[in-house]
């Protein structure tokens, strides 16, 4: 046991044992009220120390796993190995480094407004911001599970999920102040990983898509789950709504895509002309889809993902992260950072 752990544990007894005390007069009581508040201050000071990320000049040329626009606002936040979290107020020009209090790998990143947000990571780990990305705060933590969380979504300020490796699924009603485990919500005996979570145009319906081909579908806000059938036996590594009633885009392993349309409860496999395996992606507006993966390859569809038009970056490092700017142009993130491209492809900046 660690020596700060056989302090708290004796701290905890001495407080167990003055508890039992009785208060016989005023003065007796204050004095026990003094010596539980030293106690106390003494027992928090056994606590693990918050440690933050270290700031990096470099930071935006290391791993990056995700990026978003975030609302109206047109800024953009991307996530990171070290605990790095960035933004950007320029359309991607120049990033500054949020202040973060983890140094773990962040795997998700997702925005309900302007202001709010959540990140997720190892450790299942869940930050939250309400300065738009510039100042963080833990909400959750579970060193026990050993395991990440790997996506996070919201369908208000108040309501949302996380999940992550074998099969994790958590939810707040309070905008993350409590997180509970919702895993006996869906049938999982497997505990196959959940790799992803959106909500669909409805944001009454939500699907989650992970290992193995799994897909589940929730039609009142996640209250309760069904498995779909899955056309694909493979990891699916993502699922993004494709703007339609009903519908979304599922995608993974060697290039695989696939479009549900739930209005027919059907599946169709999609073209994409390549079998690097594709990691991420975002529904951006009005029937655009992009999607990012290994190789340097990213994907984009302007027709609601009927049909996707492949890109691949001239390093080939993998893109795990895929957003829209403002102005029409694409940022990329992943093994080498940030990129920042026009839509025909040609990168305007690689990060020197």
């Known amino acids: 046991m660690r020596v700060a752990d056989q302090v708290g544990t004796g701290l905890s007894k001495l407080k167990r044992s003055l508890s039992k005390v009785p208060c ?8 026990f009220a003094l010596m539980m508040t030293a106690l106390q201050a003494a027992e928090n000071s056994t606590s693990t120390p ?10 935006q040329q290391k791993l990056l796993i995700d990026v978003t626009t975030v609302g109206q606002s047109g800024r953009l936040v991307a996530v990171g190995d070290r605990g790095h979290i960035l933004y950007s107020d320029d359309g991607g020009d120049t990033w500054q480094q949020a202040k973060v209090p983890t140094r773990q790998l962040l795997t998700a990143v997702y925005f309900v407004s302007a202001k709010q947000g959540w990140a997720v990571g190892h450790d299942a780990l869940i930050l939250a911001t309400t300065d738009g990305g510039q100042t963080w705060q833990q909400q959750y933590k579970n060193l ?21 490796a074998y099969g994790q699924i958590l939810r707040t009603s ?15 005996e497997e505990e196959f990983h959940f790799n992803s979570i959106t909500g669909l145009k409805d944001k009454q319906e939500m699907v989650i898509a992970g290992e193995a081909g799994t897909v589940y579908y929730s039609d009142n806000q996640g209250m309760s789950w069904q498995r779909l059938e899955s056309p694909y036996e493979g990891s699916l ?6 703007g339609k009633p009903h519908g979304f885009v599922t995608f993974g392993l060697r290039g695989h895509v696939f479009l549900y349309d739930g209005s027919l409860n059907s599946w169709s496999a999609i073209p994409t002309h390549t079998e690097q395996s594709l990691f991420g992606g975002q529904y951006i507006a009005d029937g ?28 080939r490092k993998l893109v795990s992260g895929i957003t829209e700017t403002a102005d029409g142009e694409y940022i990329l993130v992943g093994q080498g950072g940030v990129v920042q491209t026009i839509p025909q492809g040609n990168d305007l900046a690689i990060r020197p």
Do not use: M
């Not at 016989?24 to 004095?31: A, K, R």
């Not at 918050?50 to 930071?59: D, G, I, T, W, Y």
């Not at 590594?237 to 494709?242: E, K």
């Open 288 to 315: 655009r889809l992009a999607l990012a993966g290994n190789g340097g390859v990213w994907l984009i569809s302007n027709d609601y993902g009927q049909r996707f038009s492949l890109h691949k970056q001239p390093d």
């Open 174 to 188: 309070n905008g993350g102040k409590s997180w509970e485990d919702w895993s006996d919500h869906i049938e999982n």
């Open 50 to 59: 918050v440690v933050f990320a270290e700031p990096s000049a470099l930071a």
């Open 144 to 164: 026990t599970t050993e395991a990440p969380l790997l996506d996070v979504w919201f369908s208000s300020e108040f309501e949302g999920f996380a999940v992550g």
């Open 24 to 31: 016989i007069g005023l003065t007796v009581c204050l004095l």
């Open 237 to 242: 590594f993502g699922v993004i709504a494709n």
